[in-house]
């Protein structure tokens, strides 16, 4: 059964900081990764998605980075902001691919900014 | 274009009772997800749906849920006989193609007194 795990639970960075997320999950198997943002009381909001053949994927200040034998993902969040204060997941799809779009998610980064 | 809806936004109800939620995905969005986010337990995969056929209900907690799609579009989760551990926020997504980036709802928090 895939596992997936985010560390760490909670980060609390000054605002300019750039800083790391980490991702790992248990089976090395996955057809693609997601990093989502979910605000509180909201809906997830998809930022990236990384194929398992890609190394790593950039939108603006935002970086992931895949390596699959490993079982690990970093997403990286360049000069962070305030506007950046949110819980952060990743969610893997298992790489039988087909018609199997299960995601299995992490519990989440919960991450704030400080101005 | 409008992003998936998801209603209603709150619910709360008494135990026992039956609930529908509903959720309007993005307009030619093949694929639906239905997920429930809880305390403590992260986001779990509850149904998805191809077209209006379901070919992995292997979520679904217990046979008090069921969910139906019609035409393709909107999809309706509905929880019988309501305990208090199904409390939570029922999430829906949508993708096409099916697979691909989900786009997700902003949630209806269901809550079971």
């Known amino acids: 059964k895939q596992e997936v795990t985010q560390i760490p639970a909670a980060l609390s960075v000054p605002e300019g900081e750039n800083l790391v997320l980490n991702c790992s999950f248990t089976?090395?198997?996955?057809?693609?990764l997601q990093w989502f943002r979910q605000d509180p009381g909201k809906g997830l909001t998809s930022l990236l998605l990384i194929q398992s053949s890609q190394r790593e994927q950039t939108s603006g200040r935002l970086n992931a980075s895949l390596d699959k034998s490993s079982g690990r993902s970093t997403l990286y969040i360049a000069a962070s902001q305030p506007g950046d204060s949110a819980t952060y997941l990743c969610a893997v799809r298992p790489g039988s691919g087909g018609s199997n779009y299960k995601l299995t998610f992490g519990k989440g980064t919960l991450l704030t900014v400080n101005p | 274009g409008a992003g998936v809806s998801q209603s209603p936004s709150n619910k709360v109800t008494e135990k026992g009772k039956d609930v529908e939620l509903r959720c309007d995905p993005i307009?030619?969005?093949?694929?639906l997800y239905w997920y429930r986010q809880s305390l403590g337990q992260g986001l779990e995969f509850l149904i998805y749906f191809q077209g209006n056929s379901a070919p992995d209900k292997s979520g679904l907690p217990s046979d008090r849920f069921s969910a139906e799609r019609t035409g393709g579009s909107v999809s309706t989760l509905t929880i019988q006989r309501t305990q208090q551990e199904d409390s939570a926020v029922y999430l829906c997504?949508?993708?096409?193609?099916?697979?691909?980036?989900?786009?997700f709802g902003p949630g209806t928090r269901l809550t079971v007194t």
């Open positions: 997504a949508s993708s096409s193609p099916p697979g691909e980036r989900q786009y």
């Open positions: 307009s030619g969005h093949t694929a």
């Open positions: 089976d090395s198997a996955i057809y693609n």
